[in-house]
């Protein structure tokens, strides 16, 4: 894992101070190293763990540093910090490629200042501000308000951003003043000017492919898939595979079989989970020892409160699990190898419908403007909502001409990154992440597909059922009780058919409860249902302890909206759909959290 703060400041003494103070803090889990390195204006402090790839250069010319793999495109070299000062010497003149592998790197020079990139979907956090000539830079904005330059202020555009999808947009934060660096693009500064976004990579959608028969299509997938694989994933290192029940996953472990790679597999989850139930049936197809993580509620208040004091609701409020893997993680390998993002670049979410239509469904996650207008109050808020719709469709515009290219484009940058990608980070505490689909030759080809070869993961699914049939045969999970392999027996057709096929009879809400709960005995066994449950007695600890900060939402909300609008702890709520529907309930308790957070520090600041 790392988590690293970089600070510019001539002022040696403060600089020399804020480094000191953050030194014991930085580390969000025990049994990570702290390091230091100090150059003319700049220093830079960052924790890992003996598994992190870090190559690091300081000399009379400034500094480099990359933590994490930096791929060349071109082949399996990792680019040194050496490599990456050289490639990034002049970019203003000619912009370089940028690089695969989930990976940060900085190169700071005392003339031409510093410059930070990141991963091509911009998967690893880089937040920066800028005072008075000082600059601070960071995987987590949490450090900053122990610089005498920082004032912790609330950012109504960040906190409305969030609130409308879960995520952020156009990298407003909940603190004002610090933005998240936009994904594909290079960070640049330099003495007198200010923080510079320069666009370095774009999804590369296309019509390419679009002429191409469907064979050739999956031809086309399958040797990317298997590069990407082998690029990512190079022999001579023990992988732990993240292995889930479903598709993505379990594509990752055929290649990394076929290719002899030394892999184990980690499965979160109970025995009776039917996740954990599919997954072991893969990992004894493929060979791979299965290890298990158990989700301990008792363990979710810990879990929340650094998910609050470390990410900051940039990424929402919901997937709390996460953070308490680490353990499991060093126990394993050095290295966590996940099928992440397959879904959306292989065409998940994928629609032909208008921004507004997008806009729409990405809402679920958040609260509607109209519930926004009721709960913000007007004078602190002003006409933010507009502003940051017009902000997400000027971008949603942006992306192509086609209308399913754009919807695409909307999914991996402003869902997804957050919903998902904003895992890597934190499974990086207990080994690197590896992520095989996120690779500029995979996006490539998948962003030249047309929409009938992507749509509802058509290619996904093909191509499981053609290379690899074996996998294509077991159970598979979808987070719903239907597990009929994709390539099932005349049996098991006809059950599906039965339990699942009649969408007339299922349309009914009341049917389909009544069904599944025949079906699953009265006990949730689907593990993210069950989890993320909004009324287990992990999110009950975290909700009651959210109580007190209501009283600090005051200056914010409509009060009496609010208490309507969020139950007290002990009240049970139900949900149509318990992950999607308590998202922004679990967003707004996170808020609570992070506003009794903030004022703690800022008191502690403000007394020392």
């Given amino acids: 894992m790392v988590n690293f703060v970089i600070v510019i400041d001539s002022n040696v003494n403060r600089r020399t101070l804020f480094i000191k ?68 010497n002049n970019i203003f003149t000619k912009m370089p490629v940028s690089f695969d592998g989930f990976h940060v790197g900085f190169v700071y020079d005392h003339a031409k200042g510093l410059i930070v990139g990141a991963d091509l979907l911009g998967l690893f956090p880089v937040f920066y501000y800028t005072s008075n000539d000082v600059l601070l830079v960071g995987s987590s904005p949490e450090l900053f308000k122990f610089h005498t330059c920082f004032k912790t202020e609330l950012n109504p555009l960040g906190l409305v951003g969030i609130f409308l999808t879960n995520g952020l947009v156009d990298g407003q934060t909940l603190l004002k003043g610090v933005k998240r660096l936009n994904a594909g693009h290079l960070l640049t500064w330099k003495f007198g000017e200010d923080p510079k976004e320069l ?32 690029r990512h994933a190079p022999k001579g290192y023990r992988y732990c595979l993240s292995l889930s029940g479903g598709l993505d996953s379990r594509i990752i472990g055929g290649y990394l079989k076929q290719n002899a790679i030394e892999t184990v597999a980690l499965t979160m989850g109970s025995i009776t989970d039917i996740e954990m139930r599919c997954a072991r049936k893969v990992s004894s197809t493929l060979g791979f020892n299965q290890y298990k993580a158990t989700v301990d509620f008792e363990k979710y208040l810990s879990c929340a409160d650094r998910k609050v004091m470390w990410e900051h609701l940039s990424n929402g409020f919901s997937g709390l699990g996460t953070w308490s893997l680490s353990l499991n993680l060093r126990k394993l390998a050095p290295r966590v190898i996940t099928g992440y993002l397959g879904d959306s670049i292989l065409g998940a979410w994928l629609n ?28 602190v808020f002003d006409d933010f909502i507009p502003d940051i719709l017009a902000r997400l469709k000027k971008e949603y515009l942006r992306y192509s001409k086609l209308d399913f290219q754009r919807s695409y484009c909307f999914s991996l940058h402003q869902i997804d990154r957050f919903h998902v990608g904003s895992t ?54 979808r987070n719903f009780y239907d597990t009929t392999p994709l390539d099932p027996t005349v049996m098991q057709r006809l059950k599906q058919s039965i339990y699942y096929g009649n969408k007339k009879i299922w349309a009914f809400t009341k049917l389909r409860n009544i069904r599944d709960k025949i079906i699953n005995r009265g006990t949730e066994h689907r593990f993210y249902y069950r989890v993320y449950d909004f009324n287990n ?23 009496k909206f609010l208490n309507d609008l969020l139950p007290a702890a002990d009240v049970n709520t139900i949900f149509k759909d318990g992950i999607k529907d308590s998202a922004s309930l679990k967003t707004i308790t996170g808020l609570l959290l992070w506003l009794k957070h903030n004022q703690s520090n800022f008191c502690e600041k403000t007394t020392s």
């Avoid at 007695?537 to 200056?555: D, F, M, N």
């Fill in 424 to 477: 890597s980070w934190v499974l990086s505490f207990g080994a690197w992440p590896i992520l095989p689909f996120v690779d500029s030759q995979v996006l490539q080809v998948a962003g030249g597909m047309p929409f009938s070869t992507l749509s509802d993961r058509k290619i996904e699914k093909e191509l499981l059922c053609r290379e690899f049939k074996k996998l294509a045969k077991l159970p598979i999970d």
């Fill in 21 to 88: 103070t953050i030194k014991q803090y930085i580390s969000p889990i025990h049994g990570l190293n702290v390091n230091t390195c100090s150059n003319g204006a700049l220093s830079s402090i960052w924790t890992s763990g003996s598994w992190t790839p870090i190559n690091h250069l300081n000399d009379k010319e400034g500094t480099a540093t990359i933590w994490g793999d930096a791929i060349k495109q071109c082949g399996s070299q990792r680019i040194s910090a050496k490599q990456l000062r050289l490639l990034w």
């Fill in 199 to 230: 666009e370095q990579y774009q999804i590369p959608i296309s019509t390419k492919y679009f002429d191409l028969s469907f064979s050739e299509q999956l031809n086309l997938l399958n040797r990317a898939l298997n590069r990407a694989v082998v």
């Fill in 537 to 559: 007695s992990g999110w009950r600890l975290i909700r009651q302890k959210a109580e007190s900060g209501r009283q600090l939402a005051t200056p914010l909300f409509d009060e």
């Fill in 352 to 379: 032909n419908d208008s921004f507004e239509k997008n806009f729409e469904e990405s809402n679920e996650w958040g609260f509607s403007p109209e519930i926004l207008k009721k709960l913000l109050k007007h004078e």
